[in-house]
């Protein structure tokens, strides 16, 4: 079964409390059962993790290379700044490994910071502004590209 890592960067621990009206009232272990069903349902092997801290997201970036696993990340702030993940996120697209990255909200119609994202250029492709749903669109691209 191909195997799917879906990475959550920073803050997205909080989901349910964190500004529910820009990212809604689901916490993480929701997102995570429902991208595990959906991953099962695409007969994909998907794992869910998140963390606040930036090495750790890299390093799962460098793991999904090593593994040969495709990626769905939602950045989280690190979309903003992060050349260090960039590079690690490119290192995945460059192994010709599918990367979905993902927000929950649409940051370009937000504040002017999360106008840019370092990640974009070198995902393979970005879903903005649909809530949960824009990682199961995510699933079914990585899918989709796994099959073509
Ligand atoms: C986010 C948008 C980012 O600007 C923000 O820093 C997040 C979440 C989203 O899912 O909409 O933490 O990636």
Same mark, same amino acid.
């Given at each position: ?23 809604? +009232?689901?916490? !993480? %272990? ?5 991208? &595990?069903?959906? =991953?099962?349902? @695409? ?38 700044? +992060?050349?260090? !993940? %960039? ?5 995945? &697209?460059?192994? =010709?490994?599918? @990367? ?42 990585? %899918? ?5």
């Amino acid at each position: 079964m191909n195997k799917v890592v879906v990475v959550n960067g920073p803050n997205l621990g909080r989901l349910g409390v964190r500004e529910p009206e820009v990212y809604g +009232s689901q916490d !993480l %272990a929701a997102l995570t059962e429902d991208c &595990t069903r959906w =991953g099962r349902d @695409l007969g994909l092997d998907v794992r869910v993790c998140q963390s606040d801290d930036e090495a750790e997201v890299i390093g799962w970036m460098h793991r999904a290379v090593d593994e040969h696993t495709s990626v769905v990340m939602n950045p989280a702030a690190f979309t903003h700044y +992060s050349y260090g !993940l %960039a590079d690690a996120a490119h290192m995945v &697209t460059d192994a =010709g490994l599918p @990367l979905i990255e993902v927000h929950i909200s649409n940051p370009s119609s937000r504040d002017s910071f999360r106008k840019h994202s370092v990640i974009s250029p070198v995902a393979t492709s970005t879903i903005t502004g649909l809530g949960f749903f824009g990682y199961r669109l995510a699933l079914e691209a990585v %899918a989709h590209l796994l099959d073509a």
